[in-house]
Each structure stands twice: as structure tokens, then as C-alpha cells.
């Protein structure tokens, strides 16, 4: 199993620009997350999905949205980026009230 | 509020000794709580986790302990090696329909040799 893959790795973007990351795992979870760490502030939860065709808001959403189509992947979308939005990006994903398994990271600067 | 509070922020050991980290919780109603080692660079990974009922786990040389009643927890790594720098992460689950999951800040430990 490969677990919990991010892609891309690593991104740089021009404020005003827009992108995807895409999330996909393959362990059958129906819980999956997005996260966004910077330094001295922990991982903060940006969105996350309780199963495919289901969303809701964590604690930072705004500048964010993300789509559930399909049950193993989970994508999150910047429409117009910002350099607040510079940050590293992690996905996760769990049963309910599962351990949460995390992706490797995809590392985002915005310019 | 719920919240997590871990102590200290950073910590600095010499290979081979013992050190504990700490976690408070005011979070409620309580669902699990879970350690989490996160190396530089890539993503948490599971090391531990206690229910209410539950109050010491051991995954190697990591042993968590949960005291619920005080709402706090602990993590002693024995006999410290280089790979053990990271960050810690204690997270605490809300049991509701909610299913918040609260992170703490991490401790960052660095191993000297």
C-alpha cells in the first residue's frame, strides 16, 4: 500500500495565480483532511471530507475549496493565491475516530 | 475552549538520556488522545494512542501516560538516540458529532551526541 500520497511536492506560485493539490490514499478511509502547517503554529485543519461527496470547513477555509468526487481522493484548490497562503500543505486521511495518516507534504511559496 | 498546551516548546538532550514531555487538554467531551513523531520535513506519524480508560501505552522506547481525571498527558522517551529529533505532537479527539480533532503546538526535541 502506499498509504497517503500528495502531489505536487513542492510548487511555486504568482499571487493571483490558482492551482490543485491532489490527495489520494488507498487504505479505504472515509475520513480525509487538509492541512496547512507554518512555523510556531502547529497544523491547522483547512477543510476536510467525512466521506465521497461530502465537504465541510475547518478552522482556516477561507481562499480555500475542495472537492470529494471520488472516495480515495480529496483535492484542494487555491483560486487565486496569496502569499499568506505560503505554507506547507498536508493531507491525512482515517476511520472514524481513527489514527490520522499523513502525507508527505506538498511545500507551496507564493510570491 | 477546547485547546491542547504542550511543554516545553524545545528541549535539548544528549544521546542517551531520558526526557519527558508534557500535554494538557481542556478538551471535552473526550474521545482519545494521540502522540504523534513528526521529522523534519515530512508528515506526523502515529506513535501512540489512549482512550479514557487507558492510561499508560508503549510503543518501544516511547511511553505515553494519560492521567484524565487532570487532563494531562506525558510522553518519556528512555535511552535517547539521533533519530529521535523531531517534533512531538500531542492531539486530542472530541467526542461529539463534531469529531474535532485538537492539535497541539509540538515540542521540538533535539538529540546532541
Same mark, same amino acid.
Given at each position: 500500500?502506499? /498509504?497517503?500520497?500528495?502531489?505536487? %511536492?513542492?510548487? !511555486?506560485?504568482?499571487?493571483?495565480?490558482?492551482? =490543485?493539490?491532489?490527495?489520494?490514499?488507498?487504505?479505504?478511509?472515509?475520513?480525509?483532511?487538509?492541512?496547512?502547517? &507554518? $512555523?510556531?503554529?502547529?497544523?491547522?485543519?483547512?477543510?476536510?471530507? !467525512?466521506? *465521497?461527496?461530502?465537504?465541510?470547513?475547518?478552522?482556516?477555509? &477561507?481562499?480555500?475549496?475542495?472537492?470529494?468526487? %471520488?472516495?480515495?481522493?480529496?483535492?484542494?484548490?487555491? *483560486?487565486?493565491?496569496? $502569499?499568506?497562503?505560503?505554507?506547507?500543505?498536508?493531507?491525512?486521511?482515517?476511520?472514524?475516530?481513527?489514527? @490520522?495518516?499523513?502525507?508527505?507534504?506538498? +511545500?507551496?511559496?507564493?510570491? | 475552549?477546547?485547546? !491542547?498546551? @504542550? #511543554? $516545553?516548546?524545545?528541549?535539548?538532550?544528549? *544521546?542517551?538520556?531520558?526526557?519527558?514531555?508534557?500535554?494538557?487538554?481542556?478538551?471535552?467531551?473526550?474521545?482519545?488522545? +494521540?502522540?504523534? %513523531?513528526? &521529522?523534519?520535513?515530512?508528515? $506526523?506519524?502515529?506513535? =501512540?494512542?489512549?482512550?479514557?480508560? *487507558?492510561?499508560? %501505552?508503549?510503543? /518501544?522506547?516511547?511511553?505515553? =501516560?494519560?492521567?484524565?481525571?487532570?487532563? @494531562?498527558?506525558?510522553?518519556?522517551? =528512555?535511552?535517547?538516540?539521533?533519530? &529521535?529529533?523531531?517534533?512531538?505532537?500531542?492531539?486530542? #479527539? !472530541? #467526542?461529539? +458529532?463534531?469529531?474535532?480533532?485538537?492539535?497541539?503546538?509540538?515540542?521540538?526535541?533535539?538529540?546532541?551526541?
Amino acid at each position: 500500500n502506499a /498509504g497517503v500520497t500528495q502531489t505536487p %511536492k513542492f510548487r !511555486v506560485l504568482k499571487t493571483g495565480q490558482s492551482m =490543485t493539490l491532489l490527495c489520494a490514499q488507498d487504505m479505504n478511509h472515509e475520513y480525509m483532511y487538509w492541512y496547512r502547517q &507554518d $512555523p510556531g503554529m502547529g497544523l491547522r485543519l483547512i477543510h476536510y471530507s !467525512v466521506g *465521497e461527496g461530502t465537504t465541510a470547513k475547518g478552522e482556516v477555509p &477561507d481562499g480555500y475549496n475542495v472537492s470529494r468526487l %471520488k472516495k480515495q481522493n480529496f483535492l484542494l484548490g487555491l *483560486e487565486s493565491a496569496a $502569499p499568506s497562503q505560503t505554507s506547507v500543505y498536508f493531507c491525512a486521511s482515517s476511520l472514524r475516530y481513527g489514527t @490520522q495518516y499523513f502525507g508527505p507534504g506538498t +511545500r507551496l511559496l507564493v510570491l | 475552549k477546547n485547546q !491542547v498546551e @504542550q #511543554s $516545553p516548546q524545545s528541549l535539548i538532550i544528549l *544521546e542517551g538520556k531520558n526526557c519527558t514531555l508534557q500535554c494538557n487538554y481542556t478538551v471535552s467531551p473526550f474521545s482519545n488522545l +494521540r502522540w504523534y %513523531k513528526q &521529522d523534519t520535513g515530512r508528515g $506526523p506519524v502515529s506513535l =501512540t494512542i489512549m482512550t479514557f480508560s *487507558e492510561n499508560t %501505552k508503549s510503543n /518501544g522506547r516511547y511511553t505515553a =501516560t494519560l492521567d484524565a481525571d487532570t487532563k @494531562q498527558s506525558s510522553l518519556h522517551i =528512555t535511552a535517547s538516540q539521533l533519530s &529521535d529529533s523531531a517534533s512531538y505532537i500531542c492531539v486530542v #479527539s !472530541v #467526542s461529539n +458529532r463534531d469529531d474535532k480533532i485538537i492539535f497541539g503546538k509540538g515540542t521540538r526535541l533535539h538529540i546532541l551526541p
